[in-house]
């Protein structure tokens, strides 16, 4: 096949060399497996077996440095010796993908030319709880936070065109947390997937995961807040500013002009704040300045306009001109503005332009 496979391993059980086994007789001749440190005496019979196959070249780590370490060596190292190779296909070690999936992924991949994940079906009932739950949670924050539809954000199979590569292997992350990376730094370089469905094995209620529900979780979903700790950062300086003006303006001004002042001039500073580190941390948008400014600053006027207008309505409607009354509702009013536009800096002000696309 003009495919590898790419086989992260960590103290594997009899299924690594089973699933070597069955991927040698579906056809792949280049099977890539990384020893990530492993440390059982068991596991080092395992490998020594392993590598006598002609199909395998063993990676070994001298100590557990994590399962998005030892993808990235298997990446650099495809890509550094295997020249004549269309992609790879990245599997796990203990047979929770069929021979015949990882293939199907890998053909499609081929076809299509773009990245094939494999997709299980969480709605079954053999899935275990936190497997569902997690997954869930996360395929709608990635799709609501950061625009990206998936339906199995945790796959590890995942096929994956050559000339994708030399981006996903400088991306962040050594351990599980980097495969979601790969899908956010997908999203911001247009690099185009799709899903397939496959079937879903879950041997022994899972137990022989690597994964840590808590720990490994805490990484995850801190590669996704670092998209709105910035917006969250700005919004405290906003109210903060809001608040201190809304009480230290004159009481002679009207009390339109006076929500007016407060707002605008709390939104000019956290407005700033919010975009320096929106571009160079969050974003990390090397895009021209002048434009994304002009952009920003647009977006900005109107959120201003929308949250000192609705502000001052509710203000007239619930006839109350207490300033702590006035800034609850600026909370509120702001908490929902600020998820659209999350989504407008993202799609729009800080989307960069690409003129080398992957090629089709």
Not at 331 to 346: A, K, P, V
Request: hydrophobic letters at 40%.
């Amino acid at each position: 096949m003009n495919i590898s496979v790419i086989l992260p391993s960590y103290n594997p059980s009899q299924k690594l060399i089973e699933a070597v086994d069955a991927l040698t007789k579906y056809g792949f001749d280049d099977i890539i497996v990384i020893n990530d440190g492993s440390s059982k005496d068991s596991s080092k019979q395992i490998f020594e077996q392993v590598k006598t196959s002609p199909h395998v070249t063993l990676i070994i780590h001298e100590k557990n440095m994590g399962k998005g370490r030892a993808l990235k060596t298997g990446f650099e190292y495809f890509f550094e010796n295997r020249k004549d190779k269309f992609g790879v296909v990245t599997t796990d070690d203990d047979l929770q993908h069929t021979p015949a999936d990882i293939y199907a992924c890998a053909r499609e991949m081929e076809n299509k030319n773009i990245a094939v994940f494999g997709a299980r079906n969480f709605k079954r009932k053999n899935i275990p709880p936190k497997s569902r739950i997690g997954n869930n949670i996360t395929s709608f924050t990635f799709k609501f936070l950061c625009g990206i539809k998936i339906s199995d954000t945790q796959t590890g199979l995942r096929a994956i065109p050559r000339s994708y590569l030399p981006t996903l292997i400088k991306v962040g992350g050594e351990r599980f947390e980097y495969e979601t990376n790969m899908l956010l730094s997908m999203k911001q370089n247009n690099m185009e997937f799709c899903e397939r469905p496959i079937e879903t094995i879950y041997s022994n209620n899972n137990s022989e995961t690597h994964f840590n529900p808590f720990k490994d979780s805490i990484k995850i979903y801190a590669v996704i807040l670092k998209y709105i700790v910035s917006s969250m950062t700005a919004s405290l300086i906003d109210l903060l500013c809001f608040t201190l003006l809304n009480l230290l303006l004159p009481k002679k001004f009207e009390e339109w002009l006076r929500v007016l002042l407060a707002t605008a001039i709390a939104r000019l500073v956290s407005s700033a704040v919010n975009y320096v580190i929106n571009k160079n941390k969050v974003f990390k948008s090397k895009g021209n300045v002048k434009g994304s400014l002009l952009k920003y600053y647009c977006l900005c006027i109107a959120q201003g306009l929308y949250s000192y207008g609705l502000v001052y309505l509710i203000t007239f409607l619930t006839d109350s001109e207490q300033s702590f009354l006035q800034t609850v509702y600026k909370m509120l009013i702001d908490t929902m503005l600020f998820f659209l536009c999350f989504s407008m800096q993202r799609e729009w002000v800080f989307k960069e332009k690409k003129d080398n696309k992957v090629n089709k």
